[in-house]
Structure formats: structure tokens, C-alpha cells
């Protein structure tokens, strides 16, 4: 094996690339080894004995893989998690997407004669302070007070 390292660090320079991008034809090593000036080398380079192999890129196939995965709905544990839970979702986003069902249901209620304006006064007071959860537990507590039959839940 011929020492080509002067060979190789001349036409890296000559090629504007490292010493390790500089491809040398392992078939014609010993016309290569014979080059030993600088025009010798960019004689080389033109005749195709020398070149610079293409730059490494950056594989992005793991980024798409998690991708493919975050957009499945994996990756949001705990672990995985940064910030407050308002930081994710805002405590008023929440509040809305819990209030507007309720209140859908008070009116759709109240529209279908199951309950009176009085009492869709009172539930909607209560539940704008917060009592219930979702329309399942707003029906279950009309039940519970009377207002509302167990066959209408």
C-alpha cells in the first residue's frame, strides 16, 4: 500500500474540501503516487483520477418516524411534557370547551319545554359558577333535584 497522504492533503486544498472527501482511484494508485506537484494533481483531478465524493447530508428518517408517531398521538406522557398543563392547553380554552355543551343543553332543554325559565335560570347560574362537568353530570343532577325525568338523561 502506496503512502498517497501528500497527494491527498494537495488536492484537498486544490478541491476546497477535507483530506477525507478526496476520493483517489484505488485502480491507479501508482500514477496518482507519481503526481507530486500541484499541477500534477490538478492534472489528476481533470483526467478523473481524483474527486471530491459528495458532502454527507443530515438523515432525516428518525425525525420522521417520531413524526409519523406524534401525529398517531404517541409522545405526550408525562415524561415527554414542558411547561405548566395551562402552558398546553389554556385554562380558559378548557373552561370554554366545558361550559358550551352545558349551556347548549340548558337552551336545548328549556327550547323543548323539559324545563322552565326559572329553573334554566337557576342551572345556568350554577353552572356558570362552575358545579358541573359535562351535560351528563348537569342531567344527572336535574334528575337528582326533580326537574328533569331518569328516562330523559
Given at each position: 500500500?502506496?503512502?498517497?497522504?501528500?497527494?491527498?492533503?494537495?488536492?484537498?486544498?486544490?478541491?476546497?474540501?477535507g483530506a477525507n472527501r478526496v476520493w483517489i482511484n484505488?485502480?491507479?494508485?501508482?500514477?496518482?503516487?507519481?503526481?507530486?506537484?500541484?499541477?500534477?494533481?490538478?492534472?489528476?483531478?481533470?483526467?478523473?483520477?481524483?474527486?471530491?465524493?459528495?458532502?454527507?447530508?443530515?438523515?432525516?428518517?428518525?425525525?420522521r418516524h417520531v413524526a409519523g408517531q406524534k401525529a398517531?398521538?404517541?409522545?405526550?406522557?408525562?415524561?415527554?411534557?414542558?411547561?405548566?398543563?395551562?402552558?398546553?392547553?389554556?385554562?380558559?380554552?378548557?373552561?370554554?370547551?366545558?361550559?358550551?355543551?352545558?349551556?347548549?343543553?340548558?337552551?336545548?332543554?328549556?327550547?323543548?319545554?323539559?324545563?322552565?325559565?326559572?329553573?334554566?335560570?337557576?342551572?345556568?347560574?350554577?353552572?356558570?359558577?362552575?358545579?358541573?362537568?359535562?351535560?351528563?353530570?348537569?342531567?344527572?343532577?336535574?334528575?337528582?333535584?326533580?326537574?328533569?325525568?331518569?328516562?330523559?338523561?
Amino acid at each position: 500500500m502506496t503512502d498517497l497522504s501528500n497527494q491527498r492533503r494537495m488536492a484537498a486544498e486544490i478541491l476546497k474540501c477535507g483530506a477525507n472527501r478526496v476520493w483517489i482511484n484505488p485502480d491507479k494508485t501508482e500514477e496518482v503516487e507519481e503526481c507530486i506537484t500541484r499541477a500534477d494533481i490538478r492534472m489528476a483531478i481533470g483526467s478523473g483520477l481524483i474527486k471530491a465524493k459528495p458532502k454527507n447530508g443530515t438523515s432525516r428518517g428518525r425525525i420522521r418516524h417520531v413524526a409519523g408517531q406524534k401525529a398517531a398521538g404517541k409522545r405526550k406522557g408525562p415524561g415527554s411534557r414542558k411547561g405548566s398543563a395551562n402552558a398546553r392547553v389554556s385554562e380558559k380554552s378548557r373552561w370554554m370547551a366545558t361550559i358550551r355543551p352545558i349551556r347548549e343543553e340548558l337552551k336545548s332543554l328549556r327550547a323543548d319545554g323539559k324545563i322552565t325559565p326559572s329553573v334554566y335560570r337557576l342551572y345556568y347560574r350554577r353552572a356558570k359558577g362552575g358545579v358541573y362537568k359535562s351535560r351528563r353530570n348537569l342531567k344527572q343532577h336535574m334528575a337528582a333535584a326533580g326537574h328533569l325525568k331518569e328516562e330523559e338523561i
